[in-house]
């Protein structure tokens, strides 16, 4: 039977990361929620989103389908209880829909599939780890780096780094075909390093795992990696970057300290720019402090930054920012805390015309073009936030 990736109405909480995106495109770990699926299963999986959103996936073929929560971390037991499933059962936990199998006649949004859908629900007792939460990208990320290592290079040979480089703990670094690497130290120790196809490190680099690199990404000279980090596909990463995510096709090229944090795609951190993810009284950092749908993060966070957007040079990003997707954030001073969608400076609206075009600018530098699905998308989320 088919799997379907399923969002629910609690995916608006992922907030900067689901605006162009399903929660099962989010990537955590080395792999995407759907890639990550994928291998475990050993075949294709389907996604289930927003309407505004679902053009961008294909769409299951008929009959029976195995329904799977996006948000739910799987582990191989949960994986094989699923897998098991027979039509109209559900896994049940805390009131939600963890997997199900839909009879063939039965169609489906993100809003209808509830218990009371299924005629067997099937209570699950043990601890579930869900990425409900844009901080849990970073928070998991070190567990998520070691399962998906573990998943990716079972029973596989790779290039020996033993006798090579003299790094530490070379047996937990995996280096996939057309890695090009110049001096660098890489310390294994705390844990697993992946350096993915053609990606490069540069002389001078010094990495901790554990630690992740995605396909054709780029380390610059010099550069600092504290774990648990990862850099998704095509990257470009300098400075010092602790314990965050860059999603893919973004950009850091330059000094400054990038810490629990998330980037989306198709962003650029300015020379110099720099995030806090401490506060100065250190104490636990808050979403939306003194509202009443504050919650506590913990005490680090430092940027979440939403897919195409951009900082100036030297431009610094206090504890726990929000910024927004396709931003382009300048000004004197701290960056505010909260930089809605198609912010312009600090506090005025990009045009959304200049926004697309500098957009589209930015993703010939990678050799890639904004399609009209993309501008459809983007033209949806720039009517949710007139003022």
Known sequence: MPIILFDTPQRDLLYPFTGI???????????????????????????????YLQAAYSYPPAGEKILVNAAVIPDENLVSLIMNLQVQEAIVKDGAVIAAVSPDDQDWNIHTIVPEKFENRIPYDPALKKIVHPWHIFQWNNDLIRGDFALITANRLHQSAANIYGWTAPEHIFIEDGVVISHCFINASEGPVYLGKHAVIMEGCMIRGPFAMGEGSVLKMGTKIYGATTLGPYCTAGGEIKNSVMMGYSSKAHDGYLGDSVIGEWCNLGAGTSNSNVRNDAAVVYSNKGQTNSIAVGFKCGLLMGDYSRSA????????????????????GFAPKHLPDFTWGFTQRYIFDKAITHIANWKKLKQHDLTSGDIQILEHLYKQTIP
Do not use: C, H, M
């Not at 920012?321 to 382009?328: Q, R, V, Y």
């Open 21 to 51: 995106r399903a929660i099962a495109d989010i990537r955590a770990g080395i792999l995407t929620v759907k890639e990550r699926w994928e291998k475990l299963t050993g075949q294709k999986v389907y996604v289930l989103t927003a309407p």
């Open 313 to 332: 040079i030297n431009t610094s990003f206090n504890t726990g920012t929000f910024a927004g997707i396709a931003a382009n954030i300048f000004g004197q």
